[in-house]
């Protein structure tokens, strides 16, 4: 991982304080939301004081608008006044140039005809029976909506959506974090969190998405200088440009974004799929893709609500990777170790002088390595404070993790003074974590107050310090968000292509990968000579263009020794595949030793080309033991991936032979990389690639490649 000294950290962080309150956050490509959440002049279409629930919608759109310093329009024909406001019989009524429009009523498209005669500058939809349950008749009927709105200059948010954006936060709690979902009910707990104390700028909920989505909202708020971070429940996303262009915002502005992503499990995705429509990706590619672009994603709720608090809370990013624990605890130490270590997080023993240093302030026999046991008495003997100091002195640690569950009263202070040192000292980021979570705690209270960061369990505070080393402002210190190809993105067209063995091997030959020795005939007169030429022992493949998995009906076989053997073999086969177009026969010399791997290439439909390395031979499904990767990526990002594989270890010296190349393996996901990103090829399965101590080697391949309108492959 890559990480910033003290003036890097501070550097990347100051762009925060570049962003001035106020100012107007339009971008190029960007829609400035200024004036949807907070309206000068809105109108209500279907406004009522006494009919559920639009009248508490209303009251809720009224008390954001009067906040903003605006003005609100009811819009009713069956009323004189709602709640005190004049009302109007239609919108074209409503005297002046209008900022939003909100349409409450089922007739949609009938009030939308005002609308693009009004033009105001937003439009929201609450009505549902749009596309959100997949209907043909409802996605047309939201593609007009959206075309009546884009014809006018209007944007519109929803339709299926509700009133979060108006509600009154408030304004008092900072810093602040911004709340973009998918899903209104998911929503509320995040924004409830303001009862714990965490400020909040914005909360949308995006409905269908038919116009402004969640990528407009996050870019929104990602330059936005109130929101310092930015919480999301996500169930789907509309397009991978929508996505890199949220997280290009996220990146450039140095704001991490926290989400929930569902649909991991196939239940879950259809589910996500009948609440809005969208597709909810493949997991493992969106988990490459978070990974890659500093996106930090949580299990649940609870979990999201103390991470992305944290992040609001913290001043400094960490200068190094390693974390610190220090508490009164033994016992507490230990488990929490357990947890940070066991999430991945690096646990470094101390230098020798900060324990010589720290052994000055705590008494022996108590642990000062890491976790530091204070037992307490020093806590008591009001040194707690300059214990902190000497572990942040410490060069290996970035961030140090201080449970503040106080075991007896009198420790209390001493432990608010400790977290407030390491908070105060703003070169690097506490995280305190209580045992007992609870509003009512004099702690909970003080960490609140001064802004500390704080978890409420020992997981949500594993998960802050993962965000905290993978902050976008610490991960890309120079703002500029990686980009693919856009060649690699672009939607395939045309029929695919797909190689046999045999012009899949050469087809990757050519582009610097390696095949064991091999010789193709086309009858089986030619075998002992094709044999001949290898050298036995041998293996026989049979050639069937568009068969992937030649093994399954008998179409490999392994170790053998005679021509008798082979031409045996090749009966078989022939038989075997006599209604197939057998092409002919690869005889190839059998290779052993080394480890087999899977690297392979696809294409999702969200994030286009995906690289893949794993576990490889007849039994790479059922191990399914593999990485992935996203463009772009470097060698740096395969390695990991390499290492990532619980099979890794195999790479290494394993009973009595030799470390295995495993930078050659890199060097081939590095191949595979420069044709993902030249958007020739659709599908691409090295299985198995033979890691050997010196080099790779293809035992077999399938390549499927793009097409063209013509049926030609677009780049053979």
């Not at 009522?48 to 009811?74: N, T, W, Y």
């Not at 490459?288 to 990013?317: G, K, M, Y």
């Not at 693919?484 to 990757?508: F, T």
């Not at 005889?587 to 899977?598: F, P, W, Y």
Request: net charge negative.
């Amino acid at each position: 991982m890559r990480t910033l000294g003290a003036g890097g950290a501070a550097g990347a962080l100051r762009r925060f304080g570049a962003r001035v309150p106020g100012a107007p956050v339009t971008v190029d490509g960007s829609p400035d939301l200024t004036r949807l959440f907070r309206p000068l002049r809105l109108a209500v279409v279907g406004a009522h004081d006494k009919r559920a629930p639009f009248d508490f919608m209303f009251r809720q759109i009224e008390q954001r608008v009067l906040k903003s310093g605006g003005v609100i329009f009811p819009v009713n024909p069956k009323l004189d006044t709602v709640f005190g406001h004049t009302t109007y019989p239609d919108l074209l009524s409503v005297p002046g140039d209008l900022d939003v429009v909100v349409i409450l009523i089922s007739d949609v498209v009938g009030t939308m005809t005002q609308v693009v005669q009004k033009k105001p500058k937003f439009v929201v939809v609450h009505a549902t029976g749009f596309g959100e349950g997949g209907s043909e008749d409802g996605r047309k009927a939201e593609a007009e909506l959206v075309a009546m709105a884009h014809g006018a200059g209007v944007r519109m948010v929803g339709p299926n959506t509700n009133m979060n954006m108006f509600e009154v936060l408030d304004e008092e709690l900072t810093p602040k974090y911004g709340i973009v979902t998918q899903s209104g009910h998911q929503g509320r707990p995040l924004a409830a969190a303001q009862d714990l104390g965490y400020g909040i700028s914005y909360w949308v909920t995006t409905g269908n998405e038919a116009d402004l989505g969640l990528a407009d909202f996050v870019d929104f708020m990602a330059r936005d200088s109130d929101t310092r971070a930015i919480a999301s429940y996500v169930e789907g996303f509309t397009s991978g440009e929508s996505l890199r262009r949220a997280v290009r915002a996220t990146i450039e502005q140095g704001t991490p974004w926290v989400l929930v992503k569902v649909g991991a499990s196939p239940e879950a995705a259809a589910a996500a799929l009948s609440h809005t429509g969208k597709l909810a990706g493949a997991n493992d590619a969106l988990d490459a893709f978070f990974t890659q672009h500093a996106v930090h994603r949580v299990t649940d709720l609870d979990e999201l609500i103390d991470v992305t608090a944290a992040l609001a809370r913290v001043s400094s990013l960490p200068t190094a990777d390693g974390v610190a624990v220090v508490s009164a605890s033994g016992g507490t130490n230990a488990h929490l170790v357990d947890v940070l270590a066991g999430s991945g997080l690096p646990i470094p023993t101390l230098s020798e002088r900060t324990q010589e240093r720290l052994r000055e302030l705590i008494p022996a026999p108590l642990g000062v390595s890491n976790p530091v046991d204070n037992g307490g008495y020093a806590l008591l003997r009001g040194v707690g404070a300059d214990i902190v100091d000497v572990i942040m002195d410490d060069p290996a640690i970035g961030v140090l993790v201080l449970p503040v569950s106080e075991p007896l009263p009198a420790m209390r202070q001493p432990i608010i003074d400790s977290a407030v040192r390491a908070h105060e000292r703003g070169d690097k980021p506490v995280v305190t974590v209580s045992l007992m979570p609870s509003s009512n705690d004099p702690i909970f209270q003080e960490m609140t107050r001064r802004a500390i960061p704080y978890a409420r369990n020992m997981r949500n505070a594993a998960s802050a310090v993962h965000a905290l080393l993978n902050h976008p402002a610490r991960r890309f210190p120079d703002g500029v968000a990686p980009l693919a190809p856009a060649r690699a993105l672009a939607a395939p067209v045309g029929d695919p292509v797909v190689l046999d063995e045999r012009e899949s091997l050469r087809w990757l030959e050519e582009r610097g990968l390696q095949s064991a020795p091999q010789v193709f005939v086309a009858t089986d007169g030619d075998l002992a000579a094709a044999a001949e030429e290898v050298g036995f022992p041998v293996v026989l493949k049979a050639v069937v263009p568009g068969l992937t998995h030649k093994s399954d009906r008998g179409g490999v076989v392994v170790g053998l020794n005679s021509t008798e053997e082979l031409t045996a073999a090749a009966a078989t086969m022939s038989r075997e595949f006599a209604d197939d177009d057998l092409a002919g026969f690869l005889v190839a010399r059998r290779l052993t030793g080394g480890l087999e791997l899977i690297v392979g290439l696809t294409r999702d439909p969200l994030l286009g080309p995906v690289v893949m390395v794993g576990a490889g031979g007849t039994e790479a499904e059922a191990l399914a033991d593999t990485a992935v990767a996203v463009l772009p990526f470097d060698d740096a990002r395969a390695g990991e991936m390499l290492r990532s594989l619980r099979i890794a270890p195999l790479l290494g010296p394993w009973r009595g032979r030799p470390a295995l190349d495993g930078s050659a393996v890199v060097e081939a996901i590095g191949r595979l990389r420069a044709i993902a990103e030249s958007g020739d090829v659709l599908e691409l399965d090295i299985n198995p690639l033979l890691v050997q101590e010196d080099g790779v080697v293809m035992l077999d391949a399938v390549v499927t490649l793009v097409g063209t309108t013509t049926g030609a492959p677009r780049n053979g």
